[in-house]
C-alpha cells in the first residue's frame, strides 16, 4: 500500500487523487491521508503574520518522518527552497498553466475595472505588481481555499480576485476565468502550477516508483525560479516573480521583485539561445535583478 499524505482542500485532494490514479494505473494500492496544516488551521491570519516559510508542509513532513505516510503531494510554490535533508522531491509531473488569472462575476478584464473597485489577493507578489498596474483599486486582504475565495466574489465582497489558473483547470473552474496574465505583466510564483511529490530521501523503493512521473522539462524550468528565489532570500513572504519556459529558440525567463506598494520593481528578462544548466541560469536571474535594483528592495522588505 502506497500511503500519500494531502492537505484538506478541495484542489489539494484533486492534486492526491491525481497521483493516486496515476499510481494505481501502474499497478499500485494507494490510499490518501488528510493532514491539517498550520496554514490551514490559520486561514483568517495574512500569510506574513503566519511566521513560516513551512506554513502548508511542516505537518506533512513530519508525518513522512515519522513513516505514517510515504509520500506527499505539495503544490510546488508551497515548498520551501531549502528542503531538510532528511526529504527529496522525488518526481515533479508535467506542468499545468503557470499564469495567474483575473477572475470577475461583473468585468472582463484588469484593465476594465473601475477606480476604487475591490480586487482581492493573499500574495504580496498579486499585490506587487497589480498596484505598480494600476494604483486606483483597492487590494484586499483575501485568504481561503479556491472554492471559498470564488465564494465570498459571488457574495460580493470584492469585485475582482486574482488566482492560479492551474487550480480554476484542476477543478474544472475555468468559466471563472475573464483573462490569463502575461508573464510580463503578473510574473507567477516559482514553481506556480507545478505538483512536487516529496518523500524521504532515503526511501530509494518509494522515490523508484514515482520515477515514471518525472517531466523532464518542467524540472528544468521550477529548478531555475527556485533557484532564482532561493538566492534572492525570498519566500512566499517576498514580492518575487520568476517564471521560466520553453520557447522554439530556447528559454525565456522572466523575473520580478517589487515593494508591496508596487513601486519601485524591478523586471527583467532573459531570452537564451544556448544551453545553460538549470541552477546557472537561476543564478544569472538573481544577479541580474539584484543589478537592477532588487537588493534595496528586498532589503527594504526584509526590516
Excluded at 497521483?19 to 488551521?41: F, M, N, P, Q, Y
Excluded at 518542467?218 to 512566499?236: K, M, S
Amino acid at each position: 500500500m502506497v500511503r500519500i499524505g494531502s492537505r484538506g482542500s478541495q484542489l489539494a485532494l484533486w492534486q492526491a487523487n491525481y497521483i493516486a490514479e496515476k499510481l494505481r494505473e501502474a499497478g499500485h494500492d494507494v490510499s490518501i491521508e488528510i493532514i491539517r496544516t498550520t496554514g490551514d488551521a490559520r486561514q483568517n491570519v495574512a500569510f506574513p503574520a503566519v511566521g513560516t516559510k513551512g506554513m502548508f508542509t511542516k505537518e506533512i513532513e513530519e508525518a513522512l518522518r515519522e513513516h505514517r505516510i510515504d509520500l506527499a503531494v505539495h503544490s510546488l510554490k508551497d515548498l520551501p527552497t531549502e528542503l531538510d535533508p532528511a526529504f527529496t522531491i522525488a518526481a515533479i509531473p508535467q506542468r499545468e498553466d503557470a499564469r495567474d488569472a483575473f477572475v470577475s462575476i461583473q468585468y472582463k478584464s484588469f484593465a476594465a475595472l473601475p477606480p476604487g473597485a475591490r480586487i482581492g489577493t493573499s500574495s504580496l507578489r498579486r499585490q506587487a505588481q497589480l498596484r505598480a498596474i494600476r494604483r486606483d483599486v483597492e487590494i484586499v486582504e483575501f485568504r481561503g481555499n479556491v472554492d471559498t475565495r470564488l465564494r465570498k466574489l459571488q457574495d460580493g465582497q470584492v469585485d475582482a480576485i486574482v488566482v492560479a489558473v492551474a487550480g480554476l483547470e484542476r477543478l474544472q473552474c475555468t468559466e471563472w476565468i475573464q483573462e490569463r496574465f502575461s508573464p510580463l505583466d503578473l510574473c507567477p510564483a516559482p514553481g506556480q502550477g507545478a505538483l512536487a511529490i516529496e518523500t524521504c530521501s532515503e526511501d530509494m523503493q518509494t522515490r523508484s516508483l514515482l520515477a515514471f512521473l518525472e517531466d523532464e522539462q518542467t524540472r528544468y524550468a521550477v529548478t531555475v525560479e527556485r533557484t532564482a528565489l532561493g538566492l534572492l532570500g525570498g519566500g512566499c513572504h517576498v514580492p518575487i516573480g520568476v517564471y521560466c519556459r520553453n520557447t522554439q529558440q530556447g528559454v525565456v525567463v522572466t523575473g520580478t521583485v517589487a515593494h508591496p506598494e508596487g513601486s519601485p520593481m524591478v523586471r527583467v528578462e532573459l531570452d537564451l539561445q544556448s544551453a545553460m544548466s538549470a541552477q546557472q541560469l537561476g543564478q544569472l536571474m538573481a544577479e541580474r535583478l539584484l543589478e537592477q535594483g532588487a537588493r534595496k528592495i528586498l532589503g527594504a522588505v526584509q526590516l
